[in-house]
């Protein structure tokens, strides 16, 4: 019913309203019923709902802290038989404590903020008794935060300075008992604490210890196969805690080397190419180009065979990018190679969908890599070049794409057609742009210019261009290849039609 009146609130707000009102009483109902059961806390839990209807959908903030308020009791009366039938499972300890959060919270609903601190330290002395450090911490949070809302500041910073001296100390304990796990656990707890106090120092610190013990955690399992998920886990995890320090990327990007090793090993291909691009972007940030470079070569690879072609290639991409920017030695022919197979690909699936501008501009990105080759032939590249053509013109007239890349795609066909020598062709294509404006305009003075050139045998050159163009031009990197690709494509006088 509640969230039939949700929709019904766009059409008609008066008969929300009115079905808002009806889901009261139908929770009502459902509360006579389960008070013949005593069952405390569902109660508490619908007047909660009851509430939030009053205060969030019918501005009644009087009737929701008179619901609150029963919520309160019902959790309260839950609380006091959970003590006096001594219940000390460890399941009803930790509901005791849950039911003192939940009690504070619902102070906080109701801005009663020193009752719910009164309610948070409750919280505070069960979980530090049995050892619930997840509610622990948040309850020193949640107090802080309600002596804000208070505008006492002082308090707030010393209940988070208590929790620290708290978790500090716990650490020194269990560290002597050599539990990595639980260290791990403190450790996090520790930074979201400092994190709050705004302190770099003490973050960063319980960052390398939390890394620390996720190491040591990795190091002690067995080097089976059954235990490589949870050592790559570790690795990883240890990588992540370096990597929010300043000085410790080196053991940040090795961390992540040895758990998408652990990964391969297992066959978890796309979670080792996570690890191994983590890596190498942090290799890539010391200037440590060669490792950068293997670093994306390797997710490159076991990106290819898990059928990621996309991701794959990006890889590869990076890699080359990686290698020019190093200027490093590289085998050219290999990373070509697999370059022009990925974008190949990926331009053929986008084909498939119809997706013309995108396999064209892929298309074209492919022939800057195979240009490269020792193997390339003139040939091929006007094939591509042909087929660059094809598609820019196809999403030009197919129009599902947008706008400014309707007319892209008409000048990208257009240069692509004076590459084949079609030079009434690519006039009449530019010319099927029948809006007005200067920017069409200036792409029309640009496929003109460029034709006079080709017709009169001159050379083809972007820095010629009348400044006007050339600043329109600037942003596009693929009318700039096409423009480019003139020096050794541009078609002899005898081929022109």
Known sequence: ??????????????????????????????????????????????????????????????????????????????????????????????????????????????????????????????????????????????????????????????????????????????????????????????KTLYEILDDKNGYSNYSKKEAGAYINLAESLEKNEENYPKIARYYRGAGLCYQETTNNLIES?????????????????????????????????????????????????????SGDINQSTECYLNAYDVAIEGKLEFNRYGIFTQIVRGLSKIAEEGIKNKQFYTAATVILESIKFYEQMDISRDYFLRQMVRTVYKYYYKAANLKTVGFSHIVHSYVCASLSSILNGKLTQAWKIISEIDLEGNTVANYKELVKIIIDWVSKGKKVEAMNLPFNIKRLIEGSEEILYIISLFNSLQPPLNLLS
């Open 253 to 305: 990007a090795s961390c992540f080397i040895l758990a998408g090793n652990y990964c391969e090993k297992i066959g978890e291909l796309s979670e080792a190419a996570i690890n191994f691009i983590d890596a190498a972007q942090i290799f890539r940030k010391l200037n440590n180009f060669e490792q950068a470079y293997k670093n994306f070569i390797k997710p490159g690879e076991d990106l290819w065979k």
């Open 1 to 190: 019913m509640y969230s039939s009146a949700e929709i019904i609130e766009k059409l008609d707000k008066t008969a929300a309203m009115e079905m808002y009102k009806q889901n009261i009483k139908f929770w009502q109902q459902t509360i006579s019923d389960l008070i013949m059961q005593a069952n405390l806390y569902e109660i508490a839990e619908i007047y909660v709902k009851i509430a939030d209807i009053y205060g969030d959908k019918l501005q009644d903030d009087k009737s929701k802290k008179q619901n609150v308020m029963k919520s309160i009791k019902y959790l309260e009366q839950e609380s006091k038989l959970l003590i006096e039938f001594n219940e000390t499972e460890s399941m009803e300890t930790r509901k005791l404590t849950q039911n003192y959060q939940n009690v504070a919270e619902l102070y906080e609903k109701i801005f009663n903020y020193k009752k719910a601190i009164k309610f948070y330290e409750k919280v505070i002395k069960v979980a530090k008794l049995y050892k619930y450090y997840d509610i622990l911490s948040y309850s020193y949070q949640k107090i802080a935060n309600c002596y804000e809302q208070l505008d006492d500041y002082s308090k707030s910073e010393d209940i988070m300075l208590d929790g620290v001296d708290y978790f500090s100390n716990l650490y020194v304990d269990i560290e002597e008992k050599g539990d990595s796990l639980a260290l791990a656990q403190i450790c996090q707890i520790l």
